[in-house]
DNA sequence: GTTCAATCCTACCATCGCGGTCGGAGATCC
DNA sequence: GGATCTCCGACCGCGATGGTAGGATTGAAC
């Protein structure tokens, strides 16, 4: 597995988000109404907005009547930026710590066998991949894919479907 | 993180297999050489190569003098093949079931919200992205690469190279 | 100014997969 | 027969993940 719910959870977050603000402008939207949409847990979306937050892409207002917003415009907003402050760096391998400072990627088993790390090279070509594909998306599209989506399983599916009208 | 220690481990013995195809031939190689030649925990090497048997990526011999070696050349082992056998399916989220049969992939989310599942999009772009980079890279190059980190890190010391002693 | 709704924050906890071990049974060569 | 080596299944500790509980703080509405 590539990303922990933390991702899922957060993504889906940000496209509630961006619907929001196509659909009211300014408003903030509270987490309990985007947790009540998504049947998420309320306590869980609170700790993964505030990893948000922290990274600058959303603002939050407190007290009644707040909630969350985009910090910027959905078309302003890539998935790399998401993902890299909701799970942290995204790395293939454990040892694959990318040391910033040295700018070399060294791997523990480096040492312990007398040879290189043979995987690294794999290692980055696949960071590589997900790094492009993630800094090639942006909010926008998703929220655009959400409502393509939503308009493609709706009419045709007559049996599963719960509207969102909880509590 | 990407993948488990099972890749890195498997992709690492792929690497000393295709290095001893090189150069001794036809000659199995042991597994106790190859763990205590990259440090790694014989038994749990053990469960591993089991994985890329039964994929049909190396072939053993058993009893005295058996070992493993590579069922292709290096060149002809591609890495999406092994990280296959060695962690399952690459899927960048739990929900992320690829379904061959109905070739629908479907999120246990997309039943509860009314909307469709807002994050497919991107988990589909970033699992490209992977398969797309396993694909591009062979075991041939990780071998070469092998040799190559060998050289750079140790210039001058070809001694220190613990021998694969064949116990 | 009380109340209520919301963000914020910290601590806590259970489950589960991962990484690793152990023991033993079947091959095979000397 | 003994020494290796592959094979197989059971077992297990640990840490991260996913989720919960409780409360403090802020601010709008009445």
Redesign the interface.
């Known amino acids: ?3 922990t ?1 933390k ?2 959870y957060g ?2 977050l940000m ?2 988000l961006g619907r929001q603000a196509k659909a009211e402008g300014a408003v903030a939207t509270s987490l309990k109404a985007i947790a009540e ?4 847990p309320l306590a869980y979306l609170e700790r993964i907005v505030a990893l948000l937050r922290k990274a600058g892409l959303v603002e939050s207002t407190r007290g009644a009547h707040g909630g969350y917003r985009l910090a910027r415009t959905p078309g302003q907003i890539t ?1 790399d930026d998401v993902i890299l402050a909701l799970e942290g760096a ?6 694959f710590v990318d040391d910033t400072d040295t700018s070399r990627v060294l791997c523990s ?2 040492a ?12 980055m ?6 790094m ?3 800094a ?2 942006t909010l926008a ?3 655009d ?2 409502y ?3 308009a ?3 009419p045709n599916d007559p049996t ?5 009208t909880h509590a």
Not at 112 to 123: E, F, I
Not at 160 to 164: D, L, T, V, Y
Request: aromatic share 4%; glycine share 8%.
């Open positions: 597995m590539i990303f719910t991702a899922e993504v889906r496209v509630e949409a998504e049947g998420l998935m995204v790395a293939p391998m454990n040892c088993h480096e312990d066998s007398g040879r290189g790390c043979a995987t690294k090279l794999l290692w070509r696949v960071q590589g991949g997900v492009e594909k993630l090639q998306t599209e998703l929220v894919f959400s393509r989506e939503q493609a399983t709706l599963s479907r719960k509207p969102m």
